[in-house]
Each structure stands twice: as C-alpha cells, then as structure tokens.
C-alpha cells in the first residue's frame, strides 16, 4: 500500500518534484476583493489554509462561496488583494510575468469544470497528454504518455478525440494531462460537475490513484459534499473563509472489520476565532452567546441558559421522565407565547447523563 510518505520513486517518466520545505500550499488570510460599477465584492475574506505535499483535499462550499476565486489565485490566474498564498515554496503574491509562465507550466496543473476547457478537440488522448510534455525523445515520450493514460484507466481511448469520448474518459485524459509535467499540485475545480454520480466516483477514485502514486498535493473544490466520501480530508468554505473540516480514517476492530472514522474539525484564527459547525449549532439551538468552560484539556461549549430560560415559574421538586437536561439546555418555550411557560423540573434534573446537553430542545417536551 501506498501513503502519503512512502512516494514511489520508481514511477517511471519521473513523480511530483518539489524542492522546498513545508506545505504545498499555505494560505494566510488570503482576501479578494472585487469592485465592478463601483460595488465591492468580498469573495475571500481572510481564508486560511494548509495543505501537506501528497494530501488529498476536498474545499466544500455552497455556490458564490469564494472556491473558483481561490483556485484562480492558487493557479497564478488572479492576485489576491491581501494575504499571502504559497504554492510549493512560490510566493504567488510577487511573481514576475516569466515565473508565471514557468509556475503554470512546472508547478501546478489544472484541472477545470467544463470538459471542453481542457483538452484540445481536435487532438486524440494521447497527443492532448503529449502537448505539455517537455520530453524531447519521442520513445520517452510515448512510454510517459501510455504510462499516464494507463494510471488514469483511459489507455483503451488514447487514439480518440475528446468528441468520442465519455464525459468521465475526458476528464481523466484531462487529469493525464495535467500531471503530465510532475507538478507539485495538482487543482481541480469542480472536475465532476458535468458528470453522474457513478463517473464522478470514477474520476475522484483516479484523482486519488494519481496522487498516491506520483506523490501530487491534489487540491479539489466543488459544491457537492459527497466528495467526502472519496478524500481523507474534507475543509468547508463559507462567505470566503474556510471554517470547520472533517478528518477520516480507516480503523480495523477487534473482529478485523474496518470502519470510517470521521473527527470533525474547525479553523481557530490568530485571534481565537473560529466557527462551530452549523449541524451543532442547530442541535443545540445555539444562538447569539454561548458558556464557555476551559477544562484541563478541552473546552466546553453550551446554550447560554440565562437569556434562553423559560419565564421562572415557582420551583419544582420531581423531575419527569425523559427531562434529564443540565440547566445549560434550555428551550425557548418563552418565546412562543402559547400557554404558560413549561415547569422548571429540567433546572433539577441530575446531571449525570452524558447526553443530556446533547439533547435537541424540542425532544425534551
Ligand atoms: N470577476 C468577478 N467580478 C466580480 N465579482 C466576482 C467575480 N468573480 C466572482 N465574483 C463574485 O465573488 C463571489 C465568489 O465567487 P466564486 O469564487 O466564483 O464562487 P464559487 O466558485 O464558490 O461559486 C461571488 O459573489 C461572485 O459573484
Ligand atoms: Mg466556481
């Protein structure tokens, strides 16, 4: 098995070349600002990101969210307007119009939505992989390009045109292509938009595949969260910051059977900011002040139960069934103006219910 840190250096025609330290890509409180007819446009607003050399990334984010702005950045397309972008030790806020070109041509490759946009038409599959190449013998050449098409699982199309070709076959052309070269990075901007969901597998599983074996950083955005369930890493971009992120792995039971494992993760700035993830936030019905607790190694986060407490009836002894909420969980039956606010038995329930403060208020009704 291959991982991120054992890269065989046996691939033929070469894998990923990098000479720098650190991650492939860092961005540090990246901002674009677009101004068109007078009105500005935030697209990025501060993003933080942090990207190993051999990782694969999913940047999941709603339309207009900032994703092909990053991308256009991180692909020396576009400036940032502040902040600072690193793609394997370039610094892409202070290239001159040569680097660019040599940037663009030996450092990343690009892999975009629309099919049409990455392969020339009238070219077969192997010669759109052979248009980039900077081998010159022609014998190397072929071996590279067959030894691609192989790895990307399209070797069966490489005499046809992109006009005889499924939508997934092109996009996988269109990964040989990019990779071609031994970039470093390798980005994808929705490279599955146009297909099916059983073709997108296909290509994200080849992404992988390519990644594991020619040792490329491999950053892909898109609006579909099923990505997920294909990458390692999952990062979520919102209003053009980059907030909370899941992390997976594969452990084995004690009856040999392997399961996912998914951590959630969130993004802390260098001011303590930082995001919870909305599927908490509603669980728990948080809302403008949460109670913070610092534990020895933890912080707690809950409902703030003084301004979500129900108008304080007269105090009462015996707790009902199936209301074992620490008072932290608190409903918000004050606001609802029907009938008398709900008895405080909740406020002298035990607390030695592990789930209590996991409880969505309404349940507890
Ligand atoms: N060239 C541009 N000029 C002005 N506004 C733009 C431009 N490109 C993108 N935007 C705006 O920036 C925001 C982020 O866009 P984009 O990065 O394309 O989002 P996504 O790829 O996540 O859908 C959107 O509000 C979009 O309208
Ligand atoms: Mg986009």
Not at 322 to 349: F, I, K, L
Request: proline share 6%; charged share 25%.
């Amino acid at each position: 098995m291959t991982t991120t840190d054992t890269r065989p250096a046996a691939t033929p025609g070469g894998s990923a070349s990098r000479d720098h330290g650190g991650p492939d890509i860092l961005c540090e409180d990246l901002v674009r600002i677009y101004s068109t007819e007078g009105v500005e446009i935030q697209a990025l607003q501060g993003l933080n990101l942090r990207v190993e050399p051999g990782d694969v990334v999913a940047l999941v984010g709603a339309s207009g969210s900032g994703k092909s702005t990053l991308l256009n950045i991180l692909s020396g397309l576009d400036k940032p307007t502040g902040g600072r972008a690193t793609v394997a030790g370039v610094n892409l806020g202070s290239m001159s119009r040569q680097q660019r070109v040599h940037y663009q041509r030996h450092t990343v490759g690009f892999v975009w939505q629309q099919t049409s946009r990455n392969l020339m038409p009238f070219l077969t599959a192997a010669e759109n992989v052979a248009l980039p190449l900077l081998i010159s013998n022609a014998r190397e050449r072929r071996e590279r390009v067959g030894e691609l098409l192989e790895l990307l699982g399209v070797a069966d199309v490489r005499d046809r045109r992109p006009a005889e070709m499924s939508g997934g076959q092109q996009q996988r052309v269109a990964i040989a292509t990019a990779v071609a070269n031994n970039p470093a990075v390798l980005l994808a901007d929705e490279p599955t938009g146009e297909l099916d969901d059983a073709m997108s597998a296909v290509v994200l599983d080849a992404m992988r595949e390519a990644s594991e074996r020619l040792g490329v950083t491999v950053l892909i955005v898109t609006h579909d969260p099923t990505i997920a369930d294909h990458v390692r890493r999952t990062v979520q971009i919102r209003d053009g910051r980059t907030s909370t992120e899941v992390l997976r792995h594969t452990e084995v039971d004690e009856h040999g059977v392997e399961h996912l494992v998914a951590q959630e993760y969130t993004v802390i700035d260098r001011a303590g900011r930082m995001q919870l993830p909305s599927g908490y936030v509603t669980e728990l019905g948080l809302r403008d002040r949460v109670r913070l607790e610092l534990e020895p190694d933890h912080v707690g986060v809950w409902p703030d139960a003084e301004r979500n407490k129900p108008v304080e009836p007269e105090h009462h002894e015996t707790p009902a069934a199936g209301t074992h909420a620490q008072d932290e969980v608190s409903t918000e039956t004050h606001d609802r103006g029907e009938g008398p606010a709900e008895p405080a038995d909740r406020h002298t329930a035990p607390d030695d219910d592990p789930n209590a403060a996991f409880r969505r208020p309404e349940e507890e009704q």
